[in-house]
């Protein structure tokens, strides 16, 4: 490999196994690690690691330069539910991060940038069933206002710099390697945790409420598949689906290895936000344009998390 990979939020939910997937690919010393904090131990141990404020473009730079690096997956972000709490640094975080890398681009320091979006960028006028690839665009949550800037972002150094940036509109993200990072879908991971402790679990979004999922293995290779393909004429934030189920649906496919599960409900501040979002996407796009398809349906997820969870079925 001539050039060397740089995933910035190494330590973070998607980040994790993006950085381990990328290393068996790649190898482990042609994908570095980087973070403001240590991520766990494989992480760390399996190849180079950079401590990294994103915020810090010097910063970047001076990795870049000192690992020959090409290509960027800018994993940084406050998520939902942290940045309703601080409006402003979720704003700064996730647009600074975004310019530096989309500059250093710009510059030529970089040749391909990986970004990912969030179906965060649609609102509550957005159509709820198989909502489409173009569409009405009007988030209600701060997080959702930076991916809808940050699309606008990337089309636009696509267009008038010739920035090679690609993008997923990622759904509620379920993996049992890491703990989950202040989103509204958290509860699809915590209640395997709850359901294996104490058989019980008391979710913070209504019984009924149905929103796009995917298993985090298909979202790692939506995201390496979308870089490996042939670069296209301009930017896309591609819809991917794959699941779509209510806390309700998912106790159900849980009880069915977990007779004695219970569920309760007990909504919080994070149901408005759930509210706005899709229930289903229309990702015929993606599928189309670099052949995306999703592998682990409800059942094999609930049999992988309780697996990986080592819980014996």
Same mark, same amino acid.
């Given at each position: 490999?001539?050039?060397?990979?740089?995933?910035?939020?190494?330590?973070?939910?998607? !980040?994790?196994?993006?950085?381990?997937?990328?290393?068996?690919?790649?190898?482990?010393?042609?994908?570095?690690?980087?973070?403001?904090?240590?991520?766990?131990?494989?992480?760390? $141990?399996?190849?180079?690691?950079?401590?990294?404020?994103?915020?810090?473009?010097? $910063? +970047?730079?001076?990795?870049?330069?000192?690992?020959?690096?090409? $290509?960027?997956?800018?994993?940084?972000?406050?998520?939902?539910?942290?940045? $309703?709490?601080?409006?402003? =640094?979720?704003?700064?975080?996730? =647009?600074?991060?975004?310019?530096?890398?989309?500059?250093?681009?710009?510059?030529?320091?970089?040749?391909?940038?990986?970004?990912?979006?969030?179906?965060?960028?649609?609102?509550?006028?957005?159509?709820?069933?198989?909502?489409?690839?173009?569409?009405?665009?009007?988030?209600?949550?701060? &997080?959702?206002?930076?991916?809808?800037? !940050?699309?606008?972002?990337?089309?636009?150094?696509?267009?008038?710099?010739?920035?090679?940036?690609?993008?997923? /509109?990622?759904?509620?993200?379920?993996?049992?390697?890491?703990?989950? !990072?202040?989103?509204?879908?958290?509860?699809?991971?915590?209640?395997?945790?709850?359901?294996?402790? /104490?058989?019980? &679990?008391?979710?913070?979004?209504?019984?009924?409420?149905?929103?796009?999922?995917? &298993?985090?293995?298909?979202? +790692?290779?939506?995201?390496?598949?979308? =870089?490996?393909?042939?670069?296209?004429?301009?930017?896309?934030?591609?819809?991917? !689906?794959?699941?779509?189920?209510?806390?309700?649906?998912?106790?159900e496919a849980i009880k069915k290895r977990i007779p004695?599960?219970?569920?309760?409900?007990?909504?919080?501040?994070?149901?408005?936000?759930?509210?706005?979002?899709?229930?289903?996407?229309?990702?015929?796009?993606?599928?189309?344009?670099?052949?995306?398809?999703?592998?682990?349906?409800?059942?094999?997820?609930?049999?992988?998390?309780?697996?990986?969870?080592? &819980?014996?079925?």
């Amino acid at each position: 490999m001539d050039s060397k990979i740089l995933i910035i939020g190494s330590s973070g939910q998607i !980040g994790t196994e993006l950085v381990l997937s990328l290393r068996k690919i790649y190898g482990n010393e042609n994908v570095i690690a980087s973070d403001i904090r240590k991520g766990n131990y494989e992480v760390m $141990e399996s190849g180079p690691f950079e401590f990294l404020d994103v915020t810090n473009k010097s $910063e +970047i730079q001076k990795i870049i330069e000192k690992h020959q690096v090409k $290509e960027v997956y800018l994993m940084v972000a406050i998520l939902s539910v942290i940045a $309703e709490q601080n409006p402003k =640094m979720a704003w700064d975080l996730n =647009m600074s991060a975004l310019f530096n890398v989309l500059d250093l681009a710009k510059e030529g320091q970089i040749k391909k940038i990986f970004w990912p979006s969030s179906i965060a960028v649609f609102g509550p006028d957005t159509p709820k069933y198989n909502t489409p690839q173009d569409t009405i665009i009007k988030p209600s949550t701060v &997080y959702g206002i930076s991916k809808q800037a !940050g699309e606008n972002w990337c089309a636009y150094y696509s267009n008038k710099y010739d920035v090679d940036v690609r993008s997923l /509109r990622y759904p509620g993200l379920i993996s049992y390697k890491t703990t989950p !990072g202040g989103g509204t879908t958290d509860y699809a991971v915590e209640i395997f945790y709850e359901a294996i402790k /104490r058989k019980s &679990y008391t979710s913070f979004l209504s019984e009924n409420t149905v929103l796009p999922m995917m &298993y985090m293995d298909d979202a +790692i290779n939506a995201t390496i598949g979308l =870089m490996q393909k042939e670069r296209n004429s301009g930017y896309v934030s591609y819809n991917v !689906g794959s699941l779509s189920f209510s806390p309700a649906q998912l106790a159900e496919a849980i009880k069915k290895r977990i007779p004695e599960f219970t569920i309760s409900y007990k909504p919080d501040a994070r149901q408005e936000i759930a509210n706005s979002w899709p229930q289903s996407v229309d990702d015929s796009v993606a599928r189309k344009n670099w052949g995306w398809q999703p592998k682990v349906d409800l059942d094999e997820m609930v049999r992988i998390m309780l697996l990986g969870l080592h &819980y014996t079925i």
